[in-house]
């Protein structure tokens, strides 16, 4: 066998107990964009949070924003990286190894969803009947059994496309009251009653 390799968990990133930094466009004044899910999961773990400029960002952090400087000085790129390591720190990813590599999996299939948002319908609803029968399987109304960060991660997407029409509530009724649910938690109400578009106008 070979060596193995010891892991620490991503909880050690928030021992400090001290504010999360979030770089995005215009400090989030603008718009939320993909800051979206990274916000409503802080809101939802309830710890201390600040939006700033990209230029402010640690140098070589990485290529392109959203990032986010842990409060032990860790900063990172990629919402899907970002999210699965607050969903772990904050416990908002399950603790079984078979349900946490799925969770892991649809946090990055609400990413490649979101990609595929100039798609072609057919290829949308592809989508859309794989997370409707995700959530049926679940049956708890989430994802998973409880709310995670994969919840958080697939409303940006599924938010803008139910805007656009794009999602028919007849033919994806699961996952239709699964976007009405996560809209009305505290932490996306918080958001989305802010007075700040999610998108930017075009």
């Not at 964009?33 to 999961?41: D, E, N, V, Y």
């Not at 802080?42 to 070589?60: D, H, R």
């Not at 958080?152 to 999602?167: A, G, S, T, V």
């Not at 996306?188 to 007075?195: E, T």
Request: proline share 7%; aromatic share 12%; hydrophobic share 45%.
């Amino acid at each position: 066998m070979g060596a193995q390799c010891s892991s620490e968990p991503a909880s050690a990133l928030i021992q400090d107990g001290g504010k999360f930094i979030v770089y995005y466009h215009g400090a989030c004044k603008s718009f939320w964009g993909r800051c979206l899910p990274i916000g409503m999961l802080l809101e939802t773990a309830g710890v201390m949070y600040e939006f700033k400029l990209p230029e402010e960002q640690p140098e070589g952090a990485g290529f392109a924003v959203p990032m986010m400087t842990f409060p032990d000085g860790t900063t990172i790129a990629q919402s899907p990286a970002i999210m699965l390591a607050l969903g772990e720190a904050f416990g908002l990813a399950p603790n079984a190894a078979r349900e946490r590599v799925k969770h892991n999996q649809l946090i990055l299939d609400a990413s490649d969803l979101a990609a595929d948002r100039a798609k072609p319908q057919e290829r949308l609803d592809k989508w859309f009947s794989y997370f409707e029968k995700v959530l049926v399987a679940s049956g708890s109304g989430y994802l998973m059994q409880t709310v995670t960060a994969a919840d958080f991660q697939l409303f940006l997407p599924i938010y803008n496309l139910k805007r656009e029409d794009k999602l028919s509530a007849t033919q994806f009724p699961y996952l239709t009251a699964w976007h009405f649910k996560i809209s009305q938690l505290p932490a996306a109400k918080k958001f989305l009653d802010s007075g700040v578009p999610v998108m930017p106008s075009s």
